[in-house]
């Protein structure tokens, strides 16, 4: 990225015609229709207007798509997700979201970098998010907005691109679902119509996530917030017979939902378009970035038909957020703002956090100890439910097994698991049914399961930004939580950044920990950076970020299109 970059594209102009834009993509003048290349009507069909209550969709009346494919019958066939009255409109005042502690995000700090950042808001009402997404957040039961989407809704309605870090369970699908919800709803997305294949579904909005339960249930997340507002979300992840997943996509999609190897299986088979995207947004960012899915994500969003930075919007959101990750971040991202909600990579002080030595021969009767006295104390009666990460695919197999012998009925989830048992484990583990789940890192990512009380590191993680995302599936929303690791020698690379975190999330470090943090020296990422031990904000504030002749923060240099002076607002200085 350079300080030169004129291709940022500001919202006002994405919509003029495509002969006073020269932007390679035209979004004016053709409906939204229902994203599927080919299946259009007339190009002034547009959305419509969904019921009586949203006056945001329409905008040139009509059906979404008088041959609409049946998508106008299919959004009166729509499943409630809700499964409540869906005419009975709650009303905020109504909605007390009982056991969440709202206040409990209140005293965080909020760091903002970039050139004009819009500024926060304390209320959905302040957005103009369209009365349909208005409406089902008050189903949701969300009456006021977490800080993450305080600053990430109005920075993303303003089209700016996005790098946001917060902290676990902390609300960010929210943050990253209703601007593009919202978008698409008012019409200004609309799509050219290149039809050159009826068979080929042309998205409007594409988000990448690294599992396939992260993907399935963002997918739920975002049908909950697009119930009855015209905008179709549909999921593809691997592991699943593909054929369903075409049928859906041939029935239209605006937002797709997807994982990486599933999408390059979509776009090879040239049945997904990536030209039509307005919207990107990569949810655990910097898992996606990491050097396992690196290749896959440049291939799907630099070598194929995606329009580029600055005409697309992106947005990147995670709990941790490395240095070396952000830099290389750049790439995808124009004229964007930088969001820390809390220090980058931090854990939310709602987990109390407790580190146990315990030697590798004496882990299985531990945890077999602390299962006993979670029992004995019963939690009032309610159904907790505990989730123990391990190391290995068989150690999980092993583990469970030996759990379900000693009369813990519990369940396993990893990489070896066919989907249709990672599936089913995963709602026997939700349910209560085995309260229980033995998991590898692939559960370490975004699940968010209510009721998990207690997260086991049976086997500590070697990155510590592992560690945030295991402990992270416990202290939502608000609510408490407790997460215990074992550790002993072979975890000695980690005591370091283990003390660090846990003293700065004001926990209690044990002394021995404290001692191997000393002797040890820390071998995992740096994660260092500009004004604290982990790099707890926007990289462009690095003086190194700078050499070689690239302005990345560009002091008063960017010209975003935005123009105007740098803008740093932060809590933390
Ligand atoms: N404004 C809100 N009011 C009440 N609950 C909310 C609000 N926003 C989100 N939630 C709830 O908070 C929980 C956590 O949200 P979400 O899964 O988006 O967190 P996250 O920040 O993406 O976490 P992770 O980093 O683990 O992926 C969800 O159950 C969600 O429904």
């Known amino acids: 990225m350079t300080t030169s970059r004129t291709s940022y594209v500001p919202p006002h102009l994405r919509n003029r015609p495509p002969s006073a834009d020269p932007a390679p993509i035209s979004h004016s003048g053709a409906a939204v229709g229902n994203g599927y290349l080919g299946y259009g009507g007339a190009p002034s069909a547009g959305f419509r207007s969904v019921g009586h209550r949203d006056g945001q969709i329409g905008g040139g009346g009509g059906a979404w798509n008088n041959r609409s494919n049946g998508w106008d019958r299919g959004m009166a066939r729509e499943a409630n997700p809700f499964g409540d009255d869906v005419d009975t409109d709650p009303g905020f005042g109504a909605l007390e979201n009982t056991g969440i502690n709202f206040d409990a995000y209140d005293d965080i700090p909020v760091e903002t970098s970039g050139i004009n950042v819009p500024p926060p808001v304390n209320t959905f009402a302040e957005i103009d998010l369209g009365e349909a997404l208005n409406l089902n957040i008050r189903r949701c039961k969300y009456t006021k907005p977490t800080p993450v989407q305080r600053y990430a809704i109005p920075i993303s309605i303003g089209g700016r ?31 050219a119509s290149p039809a050159r294949s009826p068979r080929i579904a042309c998205p409007l909005a594409l988000i990448l996530a690294p599992t396939r339960e992260l993907s399935i249930q963002i997918h739920e997340e975002a049908k909950k917030f697009a119930y009855q507002t015209g905008v179709r979300v549909v999921v593809a992840y691997g592991g699943a017979p593909v054929n369903m997943q075409l049928r859906e996509l041939e029935r239209g999609v605006h937002i797709l939902v997807a994982t990486p190897g599933r999408l390059v299986d979509l776009l090879e088979r040239a049945r997904v378009s990536l030209q039509m995207i307005r919207y990107l947004a990569l949810d ?27 005409i697309r919007q992106t947005l990147l959101f995670s ?39 315990v030697h590798e021969t004496d882990k299985r009767s531990h945890l077999m100890d602390l299962l006993h006295a979670q029992r004995a104390s019963g939690d009032q009666g309610k159904q907790t439910l505990t989730l123990v990460f391990v190391e290995t695919k068989k150690g999980a197999d092993s583990l469970e097994h030996w759990l379900c012998f000693n009369g813990f009925p519990a369940t396993t989830i990893h990489g070896d698991r066919t989907q249709q048992e990672r599936e089913y484990a995963l709602r026997s583990f939700k349910s209560g049914k085995t309260p229980i789940l033995v998991a590898t890192d692939v559960a370490a990512r975004g ?23 295991r402990i992270g599936r416990t202290g939502r929303a608000g609510k408490t939580g407790l997460a ?90």
């Open 319 to 357: 709990a941790t957020f490395p240095k070396e990750i952000q830099r290389l971040a750049t790439d995808f991202l124009s004229s964007y703002v930088f969001l820390a909600v809390g220090r980058v990579g931090s854990s939310t002080d709602l987990i109390l956090q407790r580190v146990e030595y």
């Open 447 to 469: 699940l968010d399961i209510p009721h998990v009380a207690h997260v086991v590191n049976f086997d500590l993680p070697n990155d510590i930004d592992d560690y945030v995302h």
């Open 484 to 573: 215990t690791a074992f550790f002993n020698e072979n975890n000695s690379s980690m005591a370091k950044p283990l003390a660090e975190l846990m003293q700065e999330a004001n926990q209690e470090v044990p002394a021995w920990l404290s001692h191997f943090a000393a002797q040890s020296s820390y071998g995992g990422r740096n994660r260092g950076g500009a004004g604290g031990r982990f790099g707890g904000r926007d990289f462009r504030r690095d003086p190194s970020a700078n050499r070689g002749g690239m302005d990345m923060y560009g002091v008063g240099q960017m010209n975003g299109g935005y123009g105007g002076a740098t803008n740093v607002a932060s809590a933390w200085d």
């Open 284 to 310: 655990e960012a910097d898992r996606m970035l990491d050097m396992g899915f690196e290749p896959q994500i440049r291939r799907i969003v630099q070598q194929m038909d995606m329009p580029p930075p600055g």
């Open 161 to 191: 691109d996005l790098m946001a870090c917060a902290q676990t369970g902390s609300g960010k699908t929210a943050a990253f679902c209703f601007p593009i919800i919202s978008g698409i709803m008012k019409g200004g997305q609309s799509a």
